[in-house]
């Protein structure tokens, strides 16, 4: 029998108005295991603290429930009183009799009996609570950040800032993300590259940062402070310790394929990198097209090489390393839009997607930088630019606003009309949406000073007519068909998330959306934090968002991170799942409810006749488990079990409770 | 069945003595005539011998499937002869983790449908003493005479409404397809309950419910049912009380089929085993109505690599509370 | 349904034992509390850290114990605090809900609602709404155990 000591507040009048404190202590001196009862004015006070205290040390008392104001408010409070008393923490119960009922019940008549009930409750469970600990866990004092993109450089920076040590893994040959792919930014029209490349020559040379690219992700095990992850080193075939990057290597070889970087709309070497300010300034070989690989002859970039630095034998590798925290920062894509056959995107060279047109901006791009139409190299007179390809489109694409296409069209339009002051554009939108610092002053811009016609509606078809293309349009707001002769169409198309974004999740243990955008934790309190501990998001891969949103989130994410490795030791939570595991079918259908993949098979031996059996068990990981029960509530025969709200627990709760009425 | 009953038997017992003699497996679950004529009787066969006493007749209505939770502990390779019932059993126990599918060869045998003696009975109105099957129709022998009736509509109440007498799972097929069924309407029970008052409904379950005897039968017979400790037995907590009053009955049967909520595989196996009848298929079969209402048709047993749907959700999930 | 269970039952205040989850429901009745927003005693609250902790054997058993109506109140779907609770404890619950008014129970006994941590007011109208329908409807006779109520 627990010895158990219910203590009443009054907290002032706010209990004692409507509760009859006499009548309640008298009531919980007949509760079953309750061998002390006492009351106090504030027992939150330290003078309340103390009658607790005294009170466990001068009756032996092993289990506590204190009738006060919500858990929420003082649990902490009185769990810590205890815990000075010698008292685990957690064999203290808090009935709410303030929030839950005082407050809320108009007089005694009310207020004493359903007091009484909920002492009797919290006594009953309390007599089956256990001494709990919080899992300690080491954490290693390295951060990954998955991503080189503007997202994950931001990171990355603040990460190595803060003095700890930080891996980028990129996927692509440099680090620089979209970001890299574009002329100008918005609303500042300052030149991308410009901003962007002191970034990345910074995160190249920090001394705590170690760029990892032409790398992918393999597989993450482990948990918060301790993640376990394998990372392929795909083979460049070019030792980036010899290398110079002189360029002689890409300016000899013959083979060529479509440049990932322009899109598609340029071609590229087969020894290459991406573009011109790549870093790390290390070419790799596309196997797919080099000439050595695929006839075994050419080696003419190995012949070229002043410091013979190309290696046909590398191989790839894997690396193995354990991080504290992970930040995610793998960007979006765009979408094609070649399911809007009425757009006739991919049938005609001059209808392109924004992310396209942009190249042609760039004077390394395409065309040098010269806006021309690629059909015939002349330059357009007339522009038309459609919004919402593939975004807030329920039936066809997404339902979601990509967020930067307004923007970026504004800012392709003014561009458009400083490098060819006769070329007039149009947009056909939906609404135009410019919230941000500058944003809708940019946007008048454009239509105000830059001749930019704005027309809201829809177009049902584009087609070629001689040399134009004819946009056959509605204009919604004059309710009058439009069909303009342009030379060019640019496709805002939307922007999704990348198509491995939920292969990846799986890999690292986070969860993807319907669009499959990674999720946050909590949409408007934690908006960089996943549901696995340690475990960050930044930038695109969440949702479509700007640049200046990306680097905030990515700095957020940083802070985050930064959080998580500077502490000694990790607490973590005490209300965990415990697995019997003689009991255990392992059918593992927790496993399938755990948010947290805190659930995984175990094997046990066990015995069995004059030998052993092997089977199969659910074994918690203390470390990931947040305590949510839902594996507890979906075991049928009650195997899994959360500590602190047990099957036991809930059931002599709702015993007590109904024992009065 | 019973006309090429002798081939039929031949070709499985063929099959499956040359899997057990040649090593391939070290047990063969089939049947065995029991005391009866009218029963068949699990058969746990190791040797040739052993083999003799298979049979495959109108009887062997029991669900071999679950046996291999004992004997996959005794046995490394276990053989089973798999009807359509004990081949969506297989794959319910699969997905639960109770077997390893590549310990088991399952010998998958197009079912007919299972004959039952009381119906045989309350056809022939007289104690039935045997029976010849020719062209669908069955004679049925009894002291005095002779009674012809559809095979169909001696069924088994578990094999009337089964949609799949073909195992959806196996390593051979013995015997040639019977062919997808018909869906019947399974569910028009649970639909003249719906439609009786909540006083009437609850009326009607205290009284079927009343009969109930606490065997666990129904638990034993059945496939979803694979815990190491059932709740009902478990002391700690005691989620179970033991005394035989409504309360309790209401308890163990509400919690027996809410644990095969989009589980159940609809065998029929609980009801057949009950000594009471209790229509306990209605509870289970309400359940997989209203599932399938809410979340999409699933069947359970028919593809084990197929999430069941109170393991998985979609954010825009309907609910069946007031306030949705 | 023995005429015991009806003389014990009759005249009383019914019982409504209702599930809050600690992340919304519970801080909402915490609300309700704090903006004095009054409503009938005769809701006591169980707290579970969220709605997908509740096995449906915890609302057979305060039946049996002689709740009158149980009410599970958890995050709105999407707002869970362990992101995916509540939504399988939607399933599971609209699941058990459809069996126990199959039982015969009457569909008002057993309701789950979605209360955030913002709404007292919810809190409050709710445990009203659902004492009323309770008192309406009358005790509940149905899988009661006549013994336990002799305990006391």
């Not at chain 1, 509760?19 to 002390?36: K, L, M």
């Not at chain 1, 009799?97 to 009930?117: L, N, Q």
């Not at chain 1, 329920?394 to 800012?411: E, L, Q, V, W």
């Not at chain 2, 679950?29 to 040797?47: D, I």
Request: aromatic letters at 8%; hydrophobic letters at 35%.
């Amino acid at each position: 029998m627990p010895r158990t000591g219910v203590f009443l507040c009054h907290c002032g009048s706010n209990i004692a108005g409507t509760v009859n404190i006499d009548q309640t202590i008298e009531a919980s001196r007949n509760f079953p295991g309750v061998v002390h009862v006492d009351e106090y004015r504030y027992l939150c006070s330290e003078m309340g603290q103390d009658i607790i205290k005294k009170a466990i040390e001068d009756n032996n008392l092993d289990r506590v429930v204190v009738g006060t104001c919500s858990p929420r408010m003082h649990e902490n409070t009185f769990r810590k009183a205890a815990a000075e008393a010698g008292l685990n923490p957690y064999l203290l119960e808090v009935a709410n009799i303030r929030e839950h009922c005082s407050w809320v019940h108009k007089d005694m008549e009310e207020g004493t009996p359903k007091a009484i009930a909920l002492l009797r409750a919290a006594a009953a469970k309390v007599a089956l609570n256990e001494a709990l600990e919080a899992p300690k866990l080491e954490v290693e004092k390295r951060a990954l950040v998955i991503g080189g993109g503007i997202a994950g450089i931001q990171a990355a920076l603040d990460i190595a800032e803060a003095g700890y040590p930080v891996d980028i893994v990129e996927r692509e040959p440099s680090i620089g993300g979209r970001m890299a792919q574009l002329e100008k930014t918005f609303p500042t029209l300052d030149c991308s590259a410009c901003i962007l490349t002191p970034k990345m020559v910074e995160a190249a040379q920090h001394p705590n940062i170690n760029l990892i690219t032409y790398a992918e992700v393999e597989e993450v095990n482990g948990f918060v402070g301790q993640f376990d992850v394998k990372i392929k080193q795909k083979a460049r075939y070019v030792d980036p310790v010899k290398c110079t990057g002189c360029g002689i290597c890409w300016e000899k070889c013959p083979a060529k394929a479509p440049s990932e970087f322009e899109m598609g709309l340029a071609k590229r070497k087969s020894i290459y990198v991406p573009f011109a300010q790549a870093v790390p300034m290390v070419p790799v070989i596309d196997k797919e097209t080099c000439l050595y690989f695929r006839k075994g002859r050419c080696q003419i970039c190995e012949k070229e090489c002043p410091p013979q630095a190309i290696d046909y034998e590398q191989q790839d590798e894997i690396i193995e390393r354990r991080y504290g925290a992970i930040v995610v920062a793998t960007g979006f894509d765009q979408m094609d839009p070649s399911i809007y056959g009425e757009y006739g995107y991919g049938q005609h060279p001059d209808i392109l997607t924004g992310l396209e047109f942009e190249r042609l901006f760039n004077a390394s791009g395409p065309t040098g930088g010269k806006v021309v139409r690629l059909s015939d190299g002349k330059p357009p007179k007339k522009v038309v630019f459609i919004q919402c390809v593939g975004s807030r489109d329920k039936a066809r694409g997404m339902n979601y606003c990509s967020k930067i296409c307004c923007m970026f069209t504004a800012k392709q339009a003014i561009l458009l009309k400083e490098k060819l002051p006769d070329a007039k554009s149009y947009v056909f939108y939906i609404d135009v949406r410019t919230a941000g610092k500058g944003y809708e002053e940019f946007q008048r811009r454009a239509a105000e000073e830059y001749d930019v016609a704005y027309l809201r509606g829809q177009v049902g078809k584009i087609f070629p007519e001689g040399d134009h293309l004819v946009v056959h349009g509605v204009d919604s707001l004059s309710g009058k068909v439009v069909d303009i002769k342009a030379d060019m169409v640019v496709l805002s198309a939307a922007s999704i998330a990348r198509a491995d974004a939920p292969e990846l999740g799986r890999k690292i243990g986070i969860n993807t959306d319907s669009y499959n955008f990674f999720n946050e934790a909590h949409p408007k309190l934690k908006p960089v934090e996943t549901h696995t501990a340690g475990i960050f998001i930044a930038g695109a891969c969440q949702t479509p968002k700007d640049i200046p949103d990306t680097v905030a989130q990515a700095s957020a994410a940083a802070v985050k991170a930064v959080g998580l490795l500077s502490k000694e030791m990790l607490q973590g939570e005490a209300c965990t799942a415990e697995v019997d595991e003689a009991e255990c079918s392992g059918c593992l259908h927790c496993v399938a409810v755990c948010p947290y993949t805190a659930i995984d098979a175990k094997e046990i031996e066990e015995r069995y006749g004059d030998g052993t059996l092997k089977r199969t068990v659910a074994e918690v990981n203390p470390a990931l488990c947040q305590g949510c029960g839902s594996c507890s509530a979906i075991c049928r025969s009650g195997s899994i079990n959360q500590k602190g709200f047990s099957n036991e627990q809930i059931l002599a709760e709702v015993d007590a409770i109904c024992l009065q009425r | 069945m019973a006309e090429n009953n002798v081939e039929n038997l031949k070709k499985i017992r063929e099959a499956v003595s040359q899997d057990l003699l040649g090593g391939r497996i070290d047990l063969l679950l089939g049947w065995e005539k029991g005391h009866y004529w009218w029963q068949s009787r699990p058969l746990f066969a190791r040797t040739e011998e052993d083999l003799e006493k298979l049979t495959w007749d109108s009887f062997c209505a029991i669900n071999l499937s679950r046996y291999l939770l004992d004997e996959l502990k005794d046995f490394q390779k276990v053989g089973v002869l798999v009807k359509g019932c004990d081949a969506r059993a297989f794959n319910r126990l699969l997905q639960d983790n109770m077997v390893v599918r590549d310990r088991v060869t399952l010998y998958g045998l197009p079912c007919p449908g299972m004959l039952d003696y009381d119906r045989l009975a309350e056809v022939a109105e007289a104690a039935p003493e045997g029976i010849i099957e020719q062209n669908g129709k069955v004679t049925i022998k009894t002291a005095d005479g002779e009674k012809s009736a559809d095979r169909d509509d001696l069924l088994a109440d578990k094999c009337r409404d089964c949609i799949y007498p073909d195992p959806v799972v196996y390593d051979q097929l013995l015997l040639s397809p019977v062919g997808k069924k018909e869906a019947p309407e399974k569910f028009t029970a649970i639909e003249k309950l719906e439609e009786m008052s909540a006083e009437e409904r609850y009326s009607y379950w205290e009284k079927e419910l009343s009969r109930c005897l606490r065997c666990y039968a129904c638990r034993q017979a059945c496939p979803f049912c694979s815990c190491r400790e059932c709740f009902v037995e478990q002391q700690n907590p005691r989620w179970q009380g033991r005394a035989y009053q409504a309360s309790e009955n209401f308890m163990f049967h509400l919690v027996r089929a809410y644990h095969g909520a989009g589980r159940c595989i609809d065998c029929g196996e609980c009801e057949r085993a009950c000594p009471v009848d209790i229509p306990l298929q209605e509870l289970n079969r309400k359940l997989t109505k209203d599932i399938n209402q809410l979340y999409g048709d699933y069947e359970a047993g028919l593809d084990a690599e197929l999430e069941p749907p109170l393991l998985t959700y979609r954010p825009d999930d309907p609910a069946a509370f007031s306030e949705k | 349904m023995s005429t015991a269970v009806n003389e014990t039952s009759a005249g009383k205040e019914p019982l409504i034992v209702s599930f809050c989850c600690n992340w919304c429901s519970y801080a909402g009745g915490d609300l309700a509390g704090t903006s004095r927003m009054s409503y009938p005693a005769n809701v006591k609250v169980i707290r579970v850290p969220c709605s997908g902790r509740i096995n449906p054997m915890f609302i057979l058993r305060a039946f049996q114990r002689g709740a009158d109506g149980v009410l599970v109140a958890g995050c709105h779907p999407g707002d869970c605090h362990y992101s995916t609770g509540n939504y399988h404890g939607r399933r599971r619950l609209s699941a058990f809900k459809r069996l126990v008014e199959f039982a015969g129970f009457e569909p008002e006994r057993f309701e789950v609602r979605w209360i955030s941590s913002s709404e007292g007011d919810k809190f409050a109208e709710e445990m009203t709404a659902m004492t009323n329908k309770i008192k309406a409807l009358g005790p509940n006779r149905k899988m009661r155990d006549a013994r336990w109520q002799k305990i006391t």
